[in-house]
């Protein structure tokens, strides 16, 4: 099995950043797409950032404020969040695809989520 661990979220002003982190663990031969998602109470879940094979990509209204990495090393994923707003107020989820064996198919995986909440 392939776990995932987030980390990073709080309670921010506007105006704030927070760091977001999700590790994932377990057995794992590749990690092709890592992404960002969040979801807002009474909204569906949205597609906020991924980075796959060094290229990255945004929903627009976080493009300039925040940044998606992945350290290969650590089969880790972060979101740099910052200019936070109080609509960026939701449940964070991280998403990665994975390859546990050479010959296997890729797994979609899903982090526990963590809360941001951005006060005005």
């Known amino acids: 099995q392939v776990q995932l661990v987030e980390s990073g979220g709080g309670l921010v002003q506007a105006g704030g950043s927070l760091r977001l982190s999700c590790a994932a663990s377990g057995r794992i031969f590749s990690i092709n797409n890592m992404s960002w998602y969040r979801q807002a109470p009474g909204k569906q879940r949205e597609l906020v950032a991924g980075?796959?094979?060094?290229?990255?990509n945004y929903v627009d209204s976080v493009k300039g404020r925040f940044t998606i990495s992945r350290d290969n090393a650590k089969n880790t994923v972060y979101l740099q969040m910052n200019s936070l707003k109080p609509e960026d107020t939701a449940v964070y989820y991280c998403?990665?695809?994975?390859?546990?064996?050479?010959?296997?198919?890729?797994?979609?995986?899903w982090g526990q989520g963590t809360q941001v909440t951005v006060s005005s």
């Open positions: 980075i796959s094979s060094g290229s990255t």
């Open positions: 998403n990665v695809v994975v390859r546990r064996t050479i010959a296997a198919r890729t797994t979609d995986y």
